[in-house]
């Protein structure tokens, strides 16, 4: 297909393209890394991870009505006050589940499973009886929309753009948080062994609350980033399910590392593939690969060797 | 919480309210102008749910599930209409009675539901589906119980059934004016294509692949992609886009995909001013979610669209946004679920008889004079005769009609030449 | 070895009374069709209570099993309906109705064998089940499990569920394959037919509880249940742990399959729907919430929850959804043992005083497996 254009034509949209695999896999770490933490550090699957995005996407969209409403002035930069919010509202609301559900089943990791899934059915209703099932709209100021000419030929979008800076700066954040500070140290302690972690005074309740209230509140931030590229309805998280799952469980899911080597590696192929084949195709070409290559290594790309 | 109308929680909290208030408000309407009402025995011989002064009707969409973002709308219309004929005097002489059901945007459910509505409720009459799958997948409860099914959704053909009413255009209808439009006032001759992957956009980019390569002189296409529902990145296809530089792109993306879309499309660079695109999936339903900035100036190719000028569309629009809320929007498939209940009301009338056999009978040559699109007929095929119309998108969500066919177009479920 | 003690016995009576009496009395045609729909989720709750409830390994794909065996038998039904004479508008008359949609010309060579029903039946049972060996041989020979091995098995879901509505030439895609008519000329539309698929579901759903109970009371069925609670001195006793998971999870698959093919008759349809994620997990909540050790619990919680289920949003279609999430929760949370639990701690008691007779003859097995299985869910 790629004959019959000149050197310059496929100079540019290679480049574009290659910017394309960068913001996919920007997106996919920014979908999967809350679900990594809270998977990695606790080891309790959040089944209502697309619902907490969704959640932090309608932050943002009610802090979009209102700064029109009370701060149009203002309305350039509400997107960056509806990304604290909705990570601080997401993050409220995974505490509060820790504390009213999931704590009451660390013992059983599996049932932390149902349990949150049937959270996610409460959820989706919720937002159905307060905003409705249709799509919301989420306006963008101007300034957020559209693509930078880099040259003449070469356009990048916007939206890409924020999303690759913010993924960048959740993920070292994450980074510092867990193996830079003493508050991470903490986290992996729990991890490595709860009941020596408690026997040497680390108070692991609360430790266990605020890494899921940390994965939601990264999850609300994703919902909120996700509005400048996708769509914002109750079931709108189960658009992103799919994908987190499968690069978490292809990352390995003990480790961060791992899910980001993943993400990596499912995006470059993925949007290498659409390229030359349709996205269908390319899509079923990288499921059917993940599988073989899950066949071959059950235990993901990273293992983290823990003594059972 | 100064200014109701832009506080966004008051606002959803009256559009909630609203719709609690309308239901029992629509059932306690004075039963004024009776009809002359026919006794039951004569209209009803099949045991359907018929008294002295009601009729029983379903509706089965999806109000749960990924689906319901799309018929939410649908119901909203029947329900309307339904409103509206009761007000008028009901279906001979008879107050029509709702039961809904919830098809959970599950294709199994749908079956359920429907034999539910039909063997255990013995529903006169069913307005709903919104998806082909839903569509098959009640298609033979449908017949096994010979119910009656009025089915507002445009879609790919290849069907007919004596048991249902198709109120939406089929794919030849919606999709050939439309090519031919953008042709002739555009010059296009490049055309890409594009999809969600099933059977709808499939059939549809299939037709019109046929139409631009056999019937429209020195046309060709250069692309063709499809992409699984719920697909959410589309940078990758964009390029592709990019490089191919169609005159037209003819996108057939459905559901949150397509919000993704029309997103990166603009956050790609490409104006939709400047680059043709025509779609034949997004109503202005689906604006609200795209956000008309990101969609003003492509083109959709459809039956209706909310801005119509005649007068019974500005009788329709206000009295559904009063019932729905000042802020709904009404999509193409909106005002064709609004049909189902008026078509089913003429029909019985003409029959004389709520019996499906002699519904069925009476269905092919029923006019409907007080379509917000217009004027519809009902043609031997179980479909309807309708104009099909361009519209631009604007940035404030709506369509600009820019054409519509002079006649009715003729529907054709089994065309020649385009299978 | 006694393999049914009286009250095992007792209980499996009323069982089948119900099934094959009660219901069948008692409710109309159109709801027993929906029950007998139901009942083929029976066939793979009772696998989940071997492989989760006693071998603590938590499938969440066994709506893959379920779907593949439902699409066996949907085409070899879908091969039946398109005869060339039924078909002849299609381009190509004599393929199933979505290939000629998809412009395919031909029927595609790993079609041809569905022609044959015997091949199609050995077909429901063996593809399920080679799919679960296949997957347990990688996964369990490298020791992976626990809520690792639940989310691999749901990717499986996802990925198959893609797979299928992609590759819709093949498959029917979203669509999947509608319009079943008749299986051999016997028209399977009918209420009379649907009543003897009823009854042929029942007695198969029994004869399966029969079957899993007697895995369950064999030496092997007490070796799934210490791996579960001590997998390590399982495997120092000198049993291969990955041998009997395997086993169990094949097991499991093989009894989803027939679910399928039964659920593909009596619906007279099979979709992707069933294979996802969503169905998946569902399955799972009905064996969590009938008890997901006893088998004949489960079978009851199964039934409940679709009931209850039709009931709560044919009453409240806006809300059903958090009668339904709120359901789960408090079953994991409150009840874990489910049904079965509540029955054991508060019935069974009082049944032994009023009828002493039927704790005589009790099988030595039995404490062991009915254990209150807290430690179950954790490798």
């Not at chain 2, 999709?175 to 490049?190: E, H, P, Q, Y």
């Not at chain 3, 049972?125 to 080679?130: C, Y």
Request: charged share 15%; net charge positive; glycine share 10%.
């Amino acid at each position: 297909m790629l004959a019959g254009y000149s050197l310059g034509e496929l100079g540019s949209i290679m480049a574009m393209q290659g910017f394309a695999g960068l913001i996919l896999f920007s997106v996919f770490v920014l979908m999967a890394l809350g679900l990594a933490v809270i998977f990695g550090q606790m080891g309790v699957i959040n089944m209502a991870h697309g619902e907490f995005m969704i959640l932090g996407a309608y932050v943002t969209f009610l802090t979009s009505k209102l700064f029109t409403t009370y701060l149009p002035q203002a309305f350039g930069v509400y997107f960056f006050v509806a990304v604290v919010l909705a990570f601080i509202v997401a993050g409220a609301l995974g505490m509060l589940v820790e504390w009213a559900l999931i704590r009451r089943l660390y013992k059983r990791p599996l049932d932390t499973l149902l349990a949150t899934w049937g959270l996610s059915l409460i959820l989706q209703q919720v937002y159905r009886s307060i905003f409705g099932a249709r799509e919301v709209g989420v306006d963008q100021p101007d300034w957020m929309m559209g693509a930078m000419n880099i040259t003449n030929s070469i356009q990048i979008p916007i939206n890409g753009l924020i999303v690759m800076v913010l993924t960048t700066f959740i993920a070292i954040g994450v980074y510092l948080l867990i193996f830079r500070m003493g508050w991470g140290k903490q986290v992996r302690a729990v991890m490595a062994n709860r009941a020596m972690a408690g026997a040497v005074g680390i108070d692991t309740e609360r430790v266990d609350r605020i890494t899921f209230g940390l994965g939601c509140g990264i999850a609300g931030i994703a919902g909120s980033a996700f509005t400048m590229i996708g769509s914002t309805s109750p079931t709108a998280g189960q658009l992103y399910i799919v994908d987190t799952f499968l690069i978490v469980v292809f990352g390995g899911a003990a480790s961060l590392a791992g899910t980001i080597a993943s993400a990596f590696a499912i995006s470059q192929a993925r949007s290498t593939l659409e390229f030359f084949l349709s996205g269908s195709m390319a899509q079923v070409i990288v499921l059917l690969a993940v599988i073989a290559i899950l066949m071959i290594r059950p235990q993901g790309l990273f293992v983290l060797k823990v003594r059972r | 919480m100064s200014d109701d109308a832009h506080a966004p929680h008051s606002l959803f909290r009256r559009r909630l309210m609203q719709g609690l208030v309308a239901l029992p408000a629509a059932a306690m309407l004075p039963r004024a102008a009776w009809a002359a009402s026919p006794a039951t025995a004569a209209v009803n011989t099949t045991g359907l749910a018929v008294t002295d002064d009601t009729v029983t009707v379903g509706i089965l969409h999806s109000i749960t599930g990924t689906m319901a973002i799309s018929e939410t709308g649908s119901v909203e219309a029947e329900k309307l209409a339904i409103a509206q004929i009761n007000e008028s005097g009901g279906v001979l002489g008879r107050q029509i009675k709702i039961i809904q059901e919830d098809g959970a945007s599950d294709w199994p459910n749908f079956a359920e539901k429907a034999k539910k509505l039909l063997a255990s409720d013995h529903c006169a009459a069913v307005f709903g589906c919104w998806t082909s799958a839903s569509r098959k997948a009640v298609l033979p409860v449908f017949e096994q119980y010979n119910g009656m099914l009025y089915y507002p959704t445009f879609y790919e053909g290849l069907e007919q059934s004596k048991n249902v009413i198709y109120t939406g255009q089929e794919a030849t209808q919606q999709i050939l004016a439309g090519l031919d439009w953008v042709n002739r006032t555009k010059g296009s001759k490049s055309f890409y294509l594009l999809g969600s992957d099933y059977i709808w956009p499939r059939t549809s980019n299939k037709i019109a692949r046929k139409h631009i390569e056999a019937h429209l002189t020195g046309c060709k296409v250069v692309g063709e992609d499809y992409f699984p529902l719920g697909h959410t990145q589309f940078n990758s296809v964009i390029n592709k886009i990019k490089l191919t530089k169609p005159d037209v792109i003819y996108a057939i993306i459905v559901g949150g995909s397509n919000v993704a879309f029309y997103k990166q499309l603009n956050a790609a660079g490409i104006d939709l001013s400047k680059q043709t695109l025509l779609t034949i999936s997004v109503t202005e339903d689906e604006i609200v979610g795209i956000g008309g900035k990101n969609i003003a100036g492509a083109f959709a190719c459809m039956k209706y669209f909310e801005s119509l000028k005649n007068p019974n569309n500005e009788k329709f629009v206000p009295a559904f946004q009063k019932m729905w809320g000042a802020n709904t929007v009404i999509g193409d498939v909106t005002q064709a679920a609004y049909l189902g209940p008026w078509l089913w009301k003429l029909t019985a009338e003409k029959a004389g008889s709520f019996d499906i056999d002699k519904i069925v009978a009476a269905s092919p040559g029923i006019e409907f004079k007080g379509a917000p699109e217009g004027y519809v007929r009902i043609h031997e095929n179980h479909h309807l005769w309708s104009k099909t119309r361009v519209g631009k998108a604007l940035v404030n969500g709506q369509y600009e009609v820019v054409y519509e066919t002079s006649d009715l177009v003729q529907p054709n479920p089994f065309p020649k030449g385009y299978q | 070895m006694t393999f049914l003690t009286r009250k095992d016995m007792l209980w499996f009576v009323v069982l089948a009374l119900v099934l094959l009496i009660v219901f069948p009395l008692g409710l109309e045609t159109f709801r027993l069709n929906l029950f007998g729909k139901y009942l083929t989720y029976g066939f793979v709750v009772l696998g989940l209570v071997l492989c989760w409830g006693d071998a603590g390994i938590l499938s969440l794909g066994q709506g893959v099993f379920f779907g593949l065996g439902g699409y066996c038998m949907a085409m070899f039904l879908k091969l039946e309906a398109s005869t060339p004479a039924a078909t002849k508008i299609q381009s190509t008359p004599g393929i199933p109705d979505f290939m000629d949609w998809n412009q395919l010309t031909a029927l595609p060579a790993f079609w041809q064998p569905f022609h044959s029903l015997a091949f199609s039946l050995v077909a429901v049972v063996a593809v399920p089940t080679l799919l679960a060996f296949g997957i347990g041989l990688a996964m369990f020979t490298r020791r992976v499990g626990g809520t690792y091995f639940a989310i691999i098995t749901q990717a499986f879901a996802a990925i198959l569920t893609i797979l299928i509505i992609g590759q819709q030439g093949y498959t029917g895609g979203v669509n999947g394959m509608t319009d079943l008519r008749t299986l051999l000329g016997w028209d399977i539309r009918t209420d009379h037919a649907k009543m003897i698929l009823y009854f042929v579901n029942a007695v198969l759903l029994l004869g399966a509880a029969l079957l899993s109970h007697v895995v369950r009371r064999s030496k092997l069925g007490r070796i799934l249940v210490a791996m579960r609670d001590k997998e390590d001195r399982v495997r120092f006793s000198g049993y291969n742990v990955a041998h009997f998971k395997i086993f169990v999870f094949c097991f499991a698959a093989a009894l989803a399959g027939v679910g399928g093919a039964m659920f593909t008759l009596q619906v007279g349809f099979m979709s992707p729907s069933f294979v996802g994620i969503v169905p998946s997990i569902e399955l799972v909540i009905y064996c969590a919430v009938g008890g997901r050790t006893s088998l004949l619990g489960v079978i009851y919680g199964t039934v409940l929850v679709c009931a209850a289920r039709a009931a709560f949003s044919e009453a409240m279609p806006q809300l059903w959804l958090f009668a339904m999430g709120s359901l789960f929760i408090l079953v994991v949370v409150a009840f874990p043992t489910g049904l079965a639990g509540v029955y054991r701690t508060y019935l069974d008691p009082r049944l032994d005083r009023l009828l002493p007779w039927l704790g005589r003859g009790r099988a030595p097995t039995t404490a062991t497996v009915e254990r209150p299985m807290h430690a179950a869910a954790m490798e």
